[in-house]
């Protein structure tokens, strides 16, 4: 076991490196947000929970994984590179005008479920995925990522509630609560309540996880087919995480290292690798 975990911890910074030097080659992309789910993303694509085929990316019985925080397309292109549903040439144009990367998920590529870009839909969409492969009487599994700031949309709600009244016990949501939108703090209580107080009002089994243990990654996905209801796992993380400097800081949203910032970083990462 704790030799699956180290190489888990040694993806994750390998990950964390190429995302920053893409970033830095291209000039335009989002760190914190991306290095706050890496953890999260490692454990799901290396450690067996998603049931994929890099070589057939739209095997019917594949599990779903739905995107909301698609500005962290990076990870998600590295680690798909490094499983091979996609050559690695096609990120040398990464954000490029015509590039089949952007720097949203796009459905035309291998492994992307919906294109992202437009916040508040992820769950609604994984949740008529889930009642599908019911009414289908299909096994897989669907997966949801999204971010503790997208969870003020309207339309979350809306999609949580359904997914209760459907007893959709194969639908399993991930919140990334790296406690930072864009330009604001996020508050564990905003006087709407707790998210995970909020989640079991609308009929779903809420668990709390620190979203940078891969021991506590794994076992939340334990036992899933004992599951009654929905599951959302709300995983506690620290945006910019692996890079002391970028770590809790709003500012690394979207902002672009200097180049003495990207050689501090990079040998930062470098000592997990």
């Known amino acids: ?14 990950v964390r ?14 760190l914190g947000g991306t290095f706050s789910c890496i953890d999260i993303l490692v454990g799901l694509y290396y450690a067996g929970i998603l049931r994929v085929d890099p070589q057939h990316p739209r095997w019917e019985d594949r599990d779903r994984f739905v995107v909301g925080k698609g500005h ?25 005008n015509k590039s089949k990367l952007g720097g949203q998920l796009n459905i035309s590529t291998p492994g992307v479920e919906y294109n992202s870009g437009s916040l508040g839909h992820a769950v609604g969409i994984a949740a008529g995925m889930a009642l599908a492969a019911k009414m289908n009487a299909k096994k897989y599994k669907t997966i949801f ?9 309207g339309s979350i709600w809306e999609s949580a509630m359904f997914a209760s009244k459907h007893k959709l016990n194969n639908l399993i949501g991930i919140i990334d609560r790296n406690r930072l939108s864009v330009t604001d703090v996020i508050e564990e209580d905003d006087g709407s309540g707790r998210l995970d ?9 809420a668990i709390n996880i620190d979203g940078h243990c891969f021991p506590q990654i794994l076992s939340a996905f334990d036992h899933l087919e004992q599951l009654q209801q929905p599951l959302i796992i709300i995983a506690d993380t620290v945006k ?19 180049r003495e910032e990207f050689e501090l970083a990079k040998r930062e990462l470098e000592r997990e690798i």
């Open 72 to 96: 962290a397309c990076l990870a998600f292109y590295h680690i798909w590179i490094d499983l091979g549903f996609l050559d690695a040439s096609e990120l040398e144009n990464f954000a490029k």
């Open 17 to 30: 490196k190429q995302v920053l030097e893409s970033i830095m080659l291209a000039g335009k992309g989002h």
């Open 197 to 205: 107080c909020k989640f079991e009002a609308c009929g779903w089994k």
């Open 145 to 153: 990522l999204i971010g503790d700031g997208e969870s003020a949309e």
């Open 240 to 258: 910019g995480k692996g890079v002391s400097f970028m770590e809790n800081g709003i500012k690394w949203h979207h902002s672009i290292p200097s």
């Open 1 to 14: 076991m704790q030799n699956k975990i180290n190489f888990l911890k040694m993806k994750a910074n390998w």
